[in-house]
């Protein structure tokens, strides 16, 4: 705390403007809160101004206060004109500047509101007050939008006919006929477009003359009369509908079924557009007319339109007032939003606003009761419009926000509220306790002194958090689209929740329960950014999977659609929360209301193209909204961090955000991160990230496994080798017709890409951080893998662009580890085939697809670009991994020009790690691609365990090698060279022998021995060439494996398509020649690799680019000097 003993008369010159006091008139501040904290206290000094201490602080000074009472009481009496008058007012002026030094000494310093707030308490009777009052006035209005479910529902409908209307010629009809009964008689028979089975027609009829007579006979009889082959089909006019849910509806009303169904796509454009209206023209009038003016207004309009809605006997009417009432409604509540989370404390945010949407349950369980009650779209309205009419004169009760009073410089209604929060919460205030009004930099203020949302684009970083925010905005809304759409455009009755309407609403409603239980843990216990990453991947993942063909039984995509729905609707109220908290109090209702318009523009918009083209029930676009929610969670944590944060009022506030000042941060927990101690003690966060990148790399390489194993089903000309006792249904394998060579141009697509991009890719990880892009990488491709069976399904031209594609995320992963290939290779081969086996030839890439993203999650979650930037890493630790990286880390500053092509190029030992790769690759790929197809049809044997084997004992030697290499290299026994040619080529050379062995035997047991033990010297040669390239360029080491695996990727094209000519040509026997070829080209990579290799840093990488430049430049200066 600081005391200020300056004069009057200096503070006076000082920001008078910004001083709003609240018990004396005449004292005013000489800075402004955040960016003047001169005299605003840190957020750690106000930690320790509890409510008891500021009480005390009050005691002491009350007789200050009441000396400044009496003297104020004088001044009064006294002559104005009279010079003693002025004498006295400057003696007594000096006085109440001393009364004012004594009490900041009592901890009564001048704080903006936020920490006013603070003084009031937790959980105050003001803020319970506010949120009752805002539950009334909510309530009503909530319920408007949920009506909307109701006003558009159409029930079972079919052709009407006088005769058969049991209400009107009860008279004459001698038999009580059901609706089906009467729609066997009436309607003709058509195809349902989403499912294929033959249902009666509600839009046409037969064209009988007999109806009349038909009435009057019992149904078996009336069905023996008709003759449908002999009668006309007409369009019909007239519907009858089923009243067992709604009497009345908007589309029974005016009949807007079957050729009339345009009418409702118009109806709900213009609902769309006017809530599109409304949020724009509530952001705007809530910044510049005020919060509370804003809701009277458009609450007011809202609830006449709401009275004259039910009764609109036009349907261009009808239109009108539902524009301008979803106008105001929307308006209303963003609005109301905006004012209840501007008035409650930072630590009480989550349960109020729990709170509040527990407020939104009861208004959907309370229309859920009134909609049973009442029976009539018409009648809930009216009894709607009537508490929208008492919730405006409850609103009369709650204040304006305080915020946006001290921010257009109202600063006594702002007073007069903080006065009156202050008494209902039985709380005093300190004595000469300042409100302060931020200070807003001259940049961000308009023409009329004040900020606007256009002026935000004056900062980079605050329009690069606004396109975040909206992009994610637009998101959520395509991700509720398509639950929605999904739930709605269901194959089978069974996957929805329920086929009755009020039972279908209740389930939705006990659904947000659970929505709101989980928005309350998420918003209390973790992080904003990391909650909003885990339910975009949730959400994202669960659309994608529920759209996907084939994928689970009706039970379990209805488990997954809930899920996604609780996740969607737990993630659309905490953007709204964040970006409450992220913008600035001058334009928060703009933010909002251009967030939801950009989202409701988008729905909106989506919605008529699908409506319009027929596309009701394909789920393409649902696959796709779900893999771009994917995409869009890894954006999430370029939004900084507002847990915690008080609310930003000016644009400078928001600025500060960036910053990691104790007085921001003081609040914010470390959940993002795992902690230092766990249930085993300290452990090292290295592993953390060890472990997750060997499971990336487990899922990556797993991923190349599923198309070996999936091909065995997919085509014809492949024989069933899944065929088990179990399992003898061999027709079921065949689903599409393809030749050899298309199921070779389909394998060898993934490398195409893979061999474009990994040399680029190696030039990209030697100037950036490659953890972020180890992460998209894998997400990229597991969402990728998602796709193939849709691809398949609609040609092959699509699986061979997404094989290519796959094959560009790939490239980004090889230059970061290794050891987790193999592991994914020997889960990969097994899985897929059990899965292929037991499942369906689509699960493994769904599985492998699901696994990726869910580990995307996680490394999201747990890892960091830059090991400084770690905020439970310990100072040895971090010390030790910078370090490391140093030594090898390629300079940041390089340039392509600066690297040393030529010198690269024209190395001996380069050339031996590129041929050493290439032929390597040849091994590995014809195995990965083809193990499972030589066992079963050279050997015979299933692969559901087998095929695992080798991968399996290689994954574990690999790890020995490494060891025993770097023992060997660090106890001098042989130096680098000979260690890693000596691994490389025994390793390789044994391999290939033991495949010739392999080859040229007829014994399972033998075949399969000589394999796996072949596999064995093929993880014990990892530790020569597979790490060379660190040897002799460290600085450079990402460029050469980049090239190195460009060149490997094209083993990975020739592979499958040399594999599947030799075996077309010669049978069984052609795999013979596949594995002799693989072994003599094996063989020819040893003999090169053991005369050319080095282990020695090369002379061209151990000069730096500065180094090389400087040495150029004074060979050129001695040369000019020279005569």
Known sequence: MQSDNKPLDNLEKAHSSHALPLLQKEVVLEKSAQSHPVLLPSAAEHSDLKPNVMGQAVDNSKS????????????????????????????RRNIRAMHRSRAQNLCTTPVDYDHIM???????????????VFAFVLAPHIMNVFLNFYAMYLPKHWCYVKDFDSEKHKSITDMEWNSWEIQDIVAPLEVASDTGKSIRSSCQMYN????????????????????????????????????????????????????????????????????????????????????????????????????ILPFSSDFSCLMIV?????????????????????????????????????????????????????????????????????????????????????INSKHSEAESIVRKAFHVSLKTLPA?????????????????????????????????????IITLWIMTALQEFSFNKQLKHSDDSSARLSSNLHEHALILTVINVFAVVIFFSLTKYFSRNNSLVFLFCMSGMTVAICALPKTTSMRAELVMLVIGYVSTSVSKWLLYLMTVELFPTVIRCSVIGLCTFCSSLCVTIISVVITSTGMEENRIPCICFGLLALV?????????????????????????????????????????????????????????????????????FGIRCNFGAAKMRMFQHHEDVYVTKNHTNINESVEFHGHGGLVALVESSFFYGACISYFPAGIIAAKFSPVRMFGFGVVTLSSLNLLLPVAFSNGFIFPIIIQFIQGLAQTKLATTSITGNYVGVFIGMPLSALLVSHVSWQSPFYTYGIAGITWFIFWMLFTVSDPADHPTLSDKEKQLILNGKNEMRTPIALKLSEIPWKSIFTSAPVWAIII????????????????????????????????????????????????????????????????????????????????????????????????????????????????????????????LTGLGQAFGQISGILTPLLTEYIVSIHEAKGWKLVLLSAAIIHLIGVFFFGIFAAGEVQPWAKKTPSTAKSAEDESKQSATETP
């Open 208 to 307: 009988r003359a007999n109806y009349h007579h038909l009435s009057h006979l019992p149904y078996e009889e009336a069905l023996e009369a008709i003759d449908n082959h002999n009668e006309s089909i007409i369009s019909c006019n007239q519907w009858m509908y089923d009243h067992s849910f709604l009497r009345d509806t908007v589309l029974t009303r005016w009949n807007i079924v079957c050729a009339n169904k345009a009418w409702a796509l118009l109806l709900y454009i213009g609902a769309s557009l006017g809530g599109l209206l409304g949020c724009a023209l509530g952001g705007v009038s809530g910044d510049r007319l005020g919060r509370r003016r804003t809701a009277l207004i458009f609450g007011c309009f809202g609830c006449v339109l709401s009275f």
């Open 916 to 1039: 050493a790769t290439f032929t390597r690759c040849w091994m590995m790929f014809t195995l990965i691609n083809d193990q499972l197809s030589y066992m079963t049809e050279a050997l015979g044997l299933s692969m559901d365990t087998a095929s695992a084997i080798p991968h399996g004992i290689m994954s574990i030697t690999v790890i020995f090698s490494g060891q025993l290499a770097d023992m060997l290299r660090n106890k001098n026994i042989f130096t680098t060279t000979t260690v890693r040619k000596l691994f490389h080529c025994s390793g390789f050379a044994f391999e290939a022998l033991f495949l010739i062995g392999c080859a040229y035997s007829t014994n399972v047991i033998a075949a399969v021995t000589l394999m796996v033990i072949a596999r064995i010297f093929s993880g014990l040669a990892v530790s020569g060439s597979n790490v060379n390239h660190l040897d002799i360029a460290p600085r450079y080491a990402s460029i």
């Open 118 to 132: 603070k003084l009031m308490g937790s959980w105050n009777r003001w803020q319970i007050r506010l949120c009752i």
């Open 632 to 700: 869009c969670s890894a954006m999430i944590n370029y939004i900084p961090m507002c847990k915690g944060r008080t609310l930003p009022d000016t644009f400078q506030d928001t600025l500060s955000m960036r910053s990691n000042s104790p007085d921001l941060n003081e609040w914010i927990p470390k959940s993002r991160f795992i902690e230092e101690k766990f249930c085993c003690g300290y452990y090292p966060k290295r592993w953390v990230l060890a472990v997750l990148c060997h499971i990336g790399f487990a899922i990556a």
């Open 432 to 468: 000469d306790l300042e409100i302060v009004q931020h200070e807003e930099r001259p940049e961000f203020l308009g023409t009329m002194a004040r900020g606007n949302i256009m002026r935000l684009t004056k900062s980079v970083e605050m329009t690069k958090w606004l396109m975040i």
């Open 64 to 91: 200050i206060a009441e000396s400044s009472s009496s003297i104020q009481t004088e001044e009064a009496i006294m002559d104005e004109n009279t010079d003693e008058f002025h004498a006295v007012c400057n003696h």
């Open 322 to 406: 539902k524009f301008a009432s979803v106008m105001c409604n929307e308006a209303l509540l963003l609005v109301l939003y905006v004012t209840f989370v501007e008035s409650v404390v930072d630590m009480d945010r989550p349960l109020m606003l729990t709170l509040w949407q527990a407020v939104v349950v009861m208004c959907s369980l309370l229309l859920v009761l009134m909609a049973y009650v009442l029976n009539s779209w018409a009648n809930m309205q009216t009894l709607i419009a009537a508490f929208s009419g008492i919730s405006m004169i409850i609103l009369l009760l709650a204040p304006e926000s305080p915020r946006w009073l001290i």
